[in-house]
């Protein structure tokens, strides 16, 4: 099974990332039908295992009992192999894309949040996460959207970094601050996954209804770990796992929300310590979405 050059490319791509059939046919150039077959291939021999992501189906690597040492001299041998520069290629591209489509969705909502439904956006769930913030802090707003939340934590932080990665929302709000006089809020361009901050700058790390819209969960909530400070805390104000699927199209969710032990695990795994999840609101309208709060303290 693992002596195919083309099954080997394959797996090599899903040990580093959940793809898609047809973007799999976009990084190796290969028809679809060979590809599909090959996954089938590898499925039934327990090398692939695949989720529903709305419409579309996302596979990765699994490591069948009594295979990992296979597998790694497997991937050690992939390495030498022809075009394998080009899968790597490839695969950076279909991630840019897939964050380029979520900064066109935030592009075209620049300056509408206020006017337009979010789910998630209850005022009790932001007055839970307030009472657990005692200024003077230094707080990083990250996905911080059109700054609403930026805005109204400054009135009482030491300082505000928000973080966004559309250029847009960026423009938008950093002239809302502007107009609105506020010194103490500074608005960066940049990506969850790898942020525009230095290591220890923040007492606060911040993602208000933001995680679900992360490719990586661990990558972002590592990234929180790096910039706070010793005994600095992360908060994730986010929705509750739910089966909405329209939510993909609608507001451009990669997640539809999250468990609380997966949100337990995330934080623990992320190296927080006394993690806390709670869920804080359940929305009375269809579809009852409800809002989940996580916190975890750095050591």
């Not at 290629?89 to 075209?108: A, I, N, P």
């Not at 990250?142 to 300082?159: D, K, Y």
């Not at 809020?185 to 992360?214: I, K, M, N, T």
Request: without cysteine; proline residues 4%.
């Amino acid at each position: 099974m693992l002596g195919d050059e083309g099954r080997l490319r394959l797996l090599r791509l899903l040990s580093r990332e959940e793809l898609s059939v047809a973007e799999l046919q976009e990084i190796l150039g290969m028809g679809q039908s060979r590809i599909s077959m090959q996954l089938s291939q590898l499925k039934q021999a327990g090398f692939v295992a695949v989720r529903k992501a709305g419409q579309k189906s996302l596979y990765r690597l699994t490591t069948p009992a009594g295979t990992q040492d296979l597998l790694e001299q497997a991937f050690r041998h992939s390495e030498e192999l022809s075009g394998v520069e080009q899968d790597d290629r490839g695969l950076r591209l279909v991630l840019e894309k897939r964050k380029d489509q979520l900064r066109s969705y935030f592009d075209e909502l620049a300056g509408r949040f206020g006017r337009h439904y979010v789910p998630g956006r209850s005022w009790k769930g932001m007055a839970e996460t307030l009472l657990r913030l005692l200024p003077p802090l230094v707080i990083a707003d990250l996905g911080a959207g059109e700054a609403t939340v930026s805005l109204m934590l400054a009135q009482r932080a030491q300082r505000v970094i928000a973080v966004d990665n559309s250029e847009k929302m960026v423009a938008y709000a950093s002239d809302v601050a502007r107009r609105h006089g506020v010194q103490n809020l500074e608005y960066r361009l940049g990506d969850l996954e790898e942020l525009p901050l230095e290591e220890g700058v923040a007492d606060v790390a911040l993602f208000h209804q933001s995680l679900h819209h992360a490719l990586h969960p661990a990558k972002a909530i590592a990234e929180a770990y790096r910039i706070l400070t010793p005994g600095g805390r992360v908060l994730v104000v986010d929705l509750l796992r739910h089966g909405f699927e329209q939510a993909r199209e609608l507001y451009a969710d990669v997640w539809l929300g999250f468990s609380q032990p997966e949100l337990f695990e995330l934080l623990e795994k992320g190296g927080f310590s006394n993690p806390e999840v709670t869920v804080v609101h359940r929305e009375e309208d269809a579809p009852h979405f409800e809002t989940v709060l996580a916190v975890g303290e750095k050591p």
